[in-house]
């Protein structure tokens, strides 16, 4: 546990979607957090611009104000990056998917969240990382349930792109008021476009893509599956037995919680539970939804747990 000094250089990286959807939240975090730190604001407008501003963060500590799938954005980048070790991250949620940011206990109030971001700890957790550098912080589950509320792995769908609509052309900001210019009227990007009928359209699109959860092609409802889950090299369940799930959960002294449920014959089957640190799921072609984020289909894939391979910051 590192204390987080409220003197810290903070680099606050505001995602477009929660800028559409909670605008007001999204003040009231950045006037908070002005307040308290040295600030640089950066409004991306797009995951490239997103992965911009972390990189050229210097010595500032991250801050994302967005939900669920900006921060894990963020993670997924800096783990990329090699760099999760000595960078630790801050969260204000705002937005419709906060369900992790709830989960690892980080306040859901813009108000408590920033002051949580200035005065808070920083957290070691612990997080599940696959061979194709996609990380997992909260659970794993298979199939997908809700994929429908989730978002494709690589296809991903950006509000952001739409960014440069609405007021969000300048990418980044400093201090306290260098990141103003995305919360004011919609200047003059309209007025050279076509007016306020233009303007109007544009708002009505990005406000429905915003909102709208991304649909996820072919994903199939839940289901027996045959799939090998093996555990630290140990074969749980063979493709003879079919499942009707498989979860994994790290955070579990160091390891990760990995429970099959058995599909019942006659009497009920009874979950098996195990904790391990590698888990290798195979099969016929399968999806998985890490988080907020369904992926697949896939043949094969192995999860393995990183203790303490990620920082977060929560209240002290």
Not at 33 to 61: D, H, I, Q, W
């Amino acid at each position: 546990m590192t204390e987080v000094a409220a003197s810290d250089q903070l680099l606050v990286v505001i995602d477009p979607v929660a800028r559409w959807t909670d605008g007001e939240s999204v003040r009231i975090a950045k006037d908070v957090l002005s307040a308290g730190a040295t600030t640089k604001v950066c409004l991306p407008e797009g995951p490239e611009e997103f992965a911009r501003a972390l990189a050229r963060r210097g010595s500032r500590r991250p801050v994302v104000v967005g939900d669920d799938r900006a921060l894990l954005r963020a993670v997924s980048l800096l783990h990329r990056q090699r760099e999760l070790a000595g960078c630790g991250v801050s969260l204000v949620p705002v937005g419709g998917v906060l369900s992790l940011a709830r989960a690892l206990g980080v306040p859901v109030g813009a108000v408590a969240a920033a002051r949580a971001v200035l005065d808070g700890v920083e957290r070691r957790l612990d997080l599940l990382v696959d061979e194709s550098d996609g990380v997992v912080l909260g659970a794993l589950r298979i199939p997908p349930v809700g994929a429908g509320e989730g978002m494709r792995g690589a296809e991903e769908v950006e509000v952001g792109g739409l960014g440069g609509v609405g007021g969000f052309g300048d990418a980044e900001g400093s201090g306290g008021s260098g990141g103003s210019a995305g919360f004011g009227s919609f200047g003059g990007g309209a007025s050279g476009l076509g007016g306020h009928a233009w303007l109007r359209t544009c708002q009505s699109l990005v406000r429905t893509l915003a909102a709208r959860p991304a649909r996820v092609a072919s994903v199939p409802g839940p289901g027996p599956s045959r799939l090998r889950v093996e555990v630290d090299g140990v074969t749980l369940v063979d493709l003879d037995q079919p499942v009707e799930a498989v979860s994994v959960t790290p955070g579990v002294a160091g390891g990760a919680e990995v429970e099959v449920r058995p599909v019942s014959v006659g009497a009920e089957a009874s979950p098996l539970r195990v904790v391990g640190r590698r888990v290798t799921v195979s099969g016929a072609d399968f999806r998985y939804r890490a988080d907020s984020v369904v992926s697949g289909p896939v043949r094969t894939r192995t999860w393995t747990v990183r203790e303490g391979g990620w920082g977060l910051t929560l209240p002290s």
